[in-house]
């Protein structure tokens, strides 16, 4: 029988896979503490991803937050995307807090950051799709 743990682990994972992040307790100690959790040791982590233990409510809210979720879709399970229409972006949690700090800055920062994007985009040249052997 599965233990409420292992739920949440399972849970957990797949949520940081969908947002393209790894399963690493030493990032997940940093961004947590980025997106407003307690301090945690990277031992705690590995307890919430191994299924031996559940973060605290402070801890599972700024989980949720880094991988665009409810609290309650984290700890109890439940597929439906709720937060605002950003969670429709399935960003990474690096590209948020960038896109978040990029919010905050004065008008004429914002303007010279989407002229830096701007020219970037210019002379990015998409990688080529690998070739399938036969």
């Given at each position: 029988?599965?233990?409420?743990?292992?739920?949440?682990?399972?849970?957990?994972?797949?949520?940081?896979?969908?947002?393209?992040?790894?399963?690493?307790?030493?990032?997940?100690?940093?961004?947590?503490?980025?997106?407003?959790?307690?301090?945690?040791?990277?031992?705690?982590?590995?307890?919430?991803?191994?299924?031996?233990?559940?973060?605290?409510?402070?801890?599972?809210?700024?989980?949720?937050?880094?991988?665009?979720?409810?609290?309650?879709?984290?700890?109890?399970?439940?597929?439906?995307?709720?937060?605002?229409?950003?969670?429709?972006?399935?960003?990474?949690?690096?590209?948020?807090?960038?896109?978040?700090?990029?919010?905050?800055?004065?008008?004429?920062?914002?303007?010279?950051?989407?002229?830096?994007?701007?020219?970037?985009?210019?002379?990015?040249?998409?990688?080529?799709?690998?070739?399938?052997g036969r």
């Open positions: 029988m599965k233990t409420e743990q292992d739920a949440f682990s399972e849970r957990l994972r797949a949520a940081l896979r969908q947002a393209g992040m790894s399963e690493s307790p030493a990032e997940l100690v940093r961004l947590l503490a980025r997106f407003g959790g307690e301090p945690v040791s990277q031992q705690a982590i590995s307890g919430w991803l191994n299924g031996r233990a559940m973060p605290r409510q402070a801890n599972l809210r700024a989980l949720a937050k880094m991988l665009s979720l409810e609290p309650q879709q984290l700890q109890f399970g439940d597929d439906k995307r709720v937060r605002e229409n950003r969670s429709e972006w399935r960003m990474n949690p690096h590209d948020q807090l960038a896109i978040e700090t990029f919010l905050k800055l004065p008008a004429a920062q914002r303007k010279l950051v989407r002229s830096v994007i701007e020219e970037l985009a210019k002379h990015h040249v998409p990688a080529k799709p690998a070739k399938r």
